[in-house]
């Protein structure tokens, strides 16, 4: 850097003292573009679309879905839930419906 004319009113000319081999690397330098990448595995495809499946299934009628709730209510307040048959019907429904962590 040409350092003369600090004391001066007059600008300082910084550009003819760069050197040539400064001025290769900027000239030179490609920038770097990192980018993000992500694979999911066809097995987290599956799980998604079930548990999107399940969502669809819960969306669908609010009205029948409120019908189950109110005798489903009922059932447990009168203790019909407790009985071994409520549990038996129970854990066939969940495996007719594939419900298995296995």
Sequence with gaps: MDIRNVGSKSSVDR???????TEAKRDDAAP???????????ASRDTAAA??????????????????????????????LDAAEALQGTAKRLLDGKFSTL
Excluded: F, P, Q
């Design 51 to 80: 548990v999107e499946g399940l969502a669809e299934r819960a969306r669908r009628d609010d009205a029948e879905r409120e019908a189950m709730v109110t005798a489903a209510m009922r059932k447990l307040m009168n203790g019909e």
């Design 32 to 42: 770097s573009v990192r980018r993000d990448e992500a694979s999911i595995s066809n």
């Design 15 to 21: 550009a003819s003292d760069r050197s040539k081999r």
